[in-house]
């Protein structure tokens, strides 16, 4: 839809569309710095969401960076990862880093995203739930964005919009961003279980997933929400033949029946549907700023590939977004301020793109027969090789630290942006 240049007064100062992690944490800063922010969100909390609900070091240093009090009922430490795989079976701790507390955490998307949603509001943000957004106002001779429509007829106007509304963004296909068929993408697919595997110190990861006599390029995983249940689940790429071919679902009760029959990992213990969701990895939508068009999050496909992590980066893309947006609506020209605002993708290009290219890299490599397999047997029997791997695959590593913090760093800046 276009509008005239002569405009009605603006609803908000940005609008934010989207509450999930990247949309909350996107208000959330904004709202901190003064601006007039209205987050709209389509569905209302409590709302499910597919995820494996595992916290890395990385995603709990942005929730206390927001004030969000994890030491509140229902938040469940973990001290690390527990990798099975090759017959080998590993605790490792979560590094020591400056940067990164030393400890993970398990919450539910059933009310995680409305925490963040709530404490956003607390800041100041303003919310409306039920709200679905069909696609952007365009102004008629600039082709920017300055506002958006809904389901129920209405429009909503701004300086400028945020898309934080996923994977499928109906704000940025409306802007004429699409998907990027050279980045990799991933499904995850989970369910719960009443479980005694519901209260564990470290979330379980097993790197060997098996369709008939294939090993695929993924990993299942066994989380503890400490409520009685277990989040159980699979995350796998396309970067294999048999991608297209699979049945998750199916493949997901297959693994399940694998498993000892005393975690009770059966059909009468499961507490929810097995639901499944699509992973944009690896800045799979570009550029993530266009026309008054600012995208965070999933919406700019800003998942680890290494390890299928969406969370911290959705969180930590919206910090980044919102202190762009900050300079830029502080600019006393229009010119300034578009000059301030298309700096954002280069911001998350030296932020992210080459590490994410390591990990197109990655993900193309254990995605050929063989190679998974090898790694497998190979890397697990080695201590020291799998301390690298976790702060590798978890992106956690100090500016200065110890030789495999300089190693994955200076890889990272060598390695040409995604």
Known sequence: MTVPTTRQADDADVIVVGAGPAGSATAFYLARSGLDVLL???????????????????????????????????????????????????????????????????????????ILAANAVKNGVRMMEGVTVTGPVLDDRSGHIVGVTTKDGREYRSRLVVAADG???????????????????????????????????????????????????????????????????????????????????????TWCKAMPPEWGFTEENMTAPIRGAALPMAFNRQPHYTRGLVLVGDSGGSINPFNGEGIAYAMETGEIAAEVIVKALKAPTPAQRERTLRTYSQVLKDAYGGYFTLGRLFVEAIGKPGVMSFGTRHGLPHPRLMRFAIKLLGNLTDRRGDASDMIINALSKVAPPA
Not at 53 to 75: E, H, S
Request: proline residues 5%; charged residues 30%.
């Open 40 to 114: 709209l969100e389509k569905t209302r909390f409590p709302r499910e969401k597919v995820c494996g609900d595992g916290l890395t070091p990385r995603a709990v240093k942005q929730l206390l960076n927001m004030g969000v009090d994890i030491d509140a009922p229902g938040w469940v430490r973990n001290k690390g990862l527990r990798v099975v795989g090759g017959g080998q079976r590993f605790d490792l701790d979560w590094p020591q880093l400056e940067r990164f507390p030393d400890f993970g955490l398990v919450r539910t998307r059933q009310d995680f995203d409305q």
């Open 167 to 253: 994977n499928s963004t109906r704000l940025a296909v409306g802007m004429g961003l699409h998907k990027r068929e050279d980045r990799p993408m991933g499904v995850a697919v989970r369910t719960y279980f009443e479980s005694p595997r519901h209260d564990d110190d470290y979330l379980e990861i097993w790197l060997e997933l098996w369709a008939e006599d294939k090993l695929l390029p993924g990993y299942g995983w066994i989380f503890g929400v400490g409520d009685g249940t277990a989040n159980v689940g699979l995350g796998l790429l396309n970067t294999s033949a048999q991608f297209k071919n699979i049945d998750y679902r199916d493949l997901l009760r």
